[in-house]
């Protein structure tokens, strides 16, 4: 599914992809890797190193049950501007259905609405709750907040 979205001088592609089948269409140039390397640049310190960033988008192309997910990738003719990765979660309730893993915008295409859009149209394309992990001081926080987003609890981790 694509769609086009217009900001300042910006004509851009908006292009869902479920699977790495939709990697091939030919309508799309960008490959797995690039994304990833799109996010890992874009999402700076807040970010995840490369091979998690791409295990998570396996996750989203996963069709086992529980897995699953999307990727939405906005592009021009030859440039990454923005990119998501949602994964499924297999759960309801108590758990939301998505978590919003990354959610990126080129740095130089900032401060035009292109994260606003693309976060609203990555809620209207999931069917359920979505969570997110934020990190206090990230400024993306404040963005998360104007859509909708609540923080619930702080998240504890035990890495053994």
Do not use: W
């Not at 269409?25 to 807040?46: M, R, S, V, W």
């Not at 990119?83 to 893993?101: F, Q, S």
Request: charged fraction near 30%.
């Amino acid at each position: 599914m694509q769609k086009t979205f217009n900001f300042d001088s910006f004509n851009l592609t908006l292009k869902e992809l479920k699977s790495k089948e939709d990697l091939l269409d030919d309508d799309f140039e960008f490959t797995k890797l690039e994304i990833a390397e799109f996010l890992e640049k874009n999402l700076g310190k807040y970010g995840d190193p490369l091979e998690e960033i791409i295990s998570s988008i396996d996750y989203a192309f996963s069709n086992e049950k529980g897995k699953g997910g999307f990727v939405l990738v906005l592009h021009n003719d030859d440039s990454i501007v923005g990119a998501v990765v949602i994964n499924d979660t297999g759960m309801e309730g108590y758990i939301p259905e998505h978590v919003l893993v990354y959610i990126a915008v080129d740095k130089d295409c900032r401060g035009k609405g292109i994260g606003n859009n693309l976060l609203k149209e990555t809620i209207t394309r999931c069917d359920g709750d979505i969570s997110l992990h934020v990190e206090y001081d990230n400024p993306a926080r404040k963005l998360y907040e104007k859509v909708g987003f609540e923080s619930k609890y702080a998240e504890m981790r035990y890495k053994s």
